[in-house]
Nanobody, 123 residues
């Protein structure tokens, strides 16, 4: 089992930065691939970034590549999403997700989800 709690969302002007945090706990937290997804009003949930827990391999959606960075702190069981050069189209609820012993960018394959944190980017 993995429990996830996101934090760090807020309101920022276009071009600004935010850092999201996801605190993971539970027996499977140390062997899970972690991912960030987002969902804007009226749109489907989309993949943002993912990172493995053991080796730290990463993968990004093209729309955020070069602007967002996913990282982890194993000692704290926490993953981060550093978001730079934010755009209004980045506005969404951002979700942290986990899936043990897998590497995938498909939201359908992630077993555990946090409650989400709102990110709003204004012009």
């Amino acid at each position: 089992q993995v429990q996830l709690v996101e934090s760090g969302g807020g309101l920022v002007q276009a071009g600004g930065s935010l850092r999201l945090s996801c605190a993971a706990s539970g027996r499977d937290a140390g062997r899970s691939t972690m991912g960030w997804f987002r969902q804007a009003p009226g749109k489907e949930r989309e993949f943002v970034a993912t990172i493995t827990w053991s080796y730290g391999s990463t993968y990004y959606a093209d729309i955020v590549k070069g602007r967002f960075t996913i990282s982890r702190d194993n000692a704290k069981n926490t993953v981060y999403l550093q978001m730079n050069n934010l755009k209004p189209e980045d506005t969404a609820v951002y979700f942290c997700a986990a899936t043990p012993e897998k590497f995938t960018i498909s939201g359908a394959e992630y077993e555990y989800w946090g409650q989400g944190t709102q990110v709003t980017v204004s012009s």
